[in-house]
């Protein structure tokens, strides 16, 4: 996947989010897509529409996936 294609949904789920979800979204958008982000979580991030500082939370995400099953 793009990191285009990437940062679209990343900025989706960041502007559906409820409110006080924004950062549980992108650690699950971490977790989803660890595989395809890769190393790129910075490029992700500043291609989306979210504060450059949220790609260290994309990485969170990416670290939790290993240990995390999505339902």
């Known amino acids: 996947m ?9 900025s ?3 502007a559906n989010a409820g409110k006080g979800e924004r950062v549980t979204q992108i650690h699950l958008f ?3 897509f660890a595989d395809e ?7 992700v991030v500043e ?4 504060d450059n ?3 260290t939370e994309v ?9 995390v ?3």
Do not use: P, T, W
């Open 59 to 67: 990485r969170k995400g990416m670290r939790l996936a290993q240990f």
């Open 2 to 10: 793009q990191i285009s294609q990437l940062a679209k949904i990343l």
């Open 47 to 50: 291609a989306s529409d979210i």
């Open 12 to 14: 989706e789920r960041v």
């Open 37 to 43: 982000i890769g190393s790129a979580a910075n490029q």
């Open 53 to 55: 500082s949220y790609a």
């Open 30 to 32: 971490g977790i989803e």
């Open 69 to 71: 099953q999505r339902r």
